[in-house]
């Protein structure tokens, strides 16, 4: 996953991070010129990946089906990313805030990126490595 400010584990997504960016000052703290009204809330999806992931970890004894299946995980984390930037990017354009939508965009393909880039890594070697284990 592409690293974020602030972000310092899967525990600190947010199923919520749904920026509300109409400039009320109303539940939660202004950050930036958005309301984070998901602070210290767990996202219980990207737990539920982590968990997943961690099931492959504790039952998988070769290295290379190991690989693939961390990988794998890696980008249900990243497509689960990529779902929530898209819509926000959305929203924010639909309000009437481009600057924030051009932050998540950025944010948004910095995602992509990390996808293709598992991809690739997948798809030259550790696929074709994990199923001949």
């Known amino acids: 996953m592409a690293a974020r400010p602030g972000a310092n584990s899967a525990e600190a997504h947010s199923c919520r ?25 767990k996202c219980e999806a990207v737990l ?13 004894d ?28 959305a929203w924010a354009k639909l309000i009437g805030k481009p600057q924030i939508a051009r932050l998540l965009h950025q944010t948004l393909e910095e995602e ?3 996808d293709a880039l598992l991809s690739q890594i997948a798809e030259r070697s550790l696929n074709q490595h994990a199923l001949s284990a």
């Not at 539920?48 to 998988?60: D, L, M, N, P």
């Not at 690989?67 to 819509?87: C, K, N, P």
């Open 112 to 114: 992509k990126k990390a």
């Open 17 to 41: 991070p749904i920026l509300f960016i109409t400039g009320s000052r109303n539940n939660g703290s202004r950050r930036g010129g958005y309301q984070n009204f998901a602070a210290g809330k």
């Open 48 to 60: 539920g990946i982590i968990a997943e992931g961690k099931e492959v970890i504790e039952e998988v």
């Open 62 to 89: 070769d290295a290379e089906v190991l690989d693939a299946g961390l990988v794998a995980f890696g980008q249900a984390a990243e497509h689960y990313e990529i779902a929530r930037y898209g819509t926000l990017c």
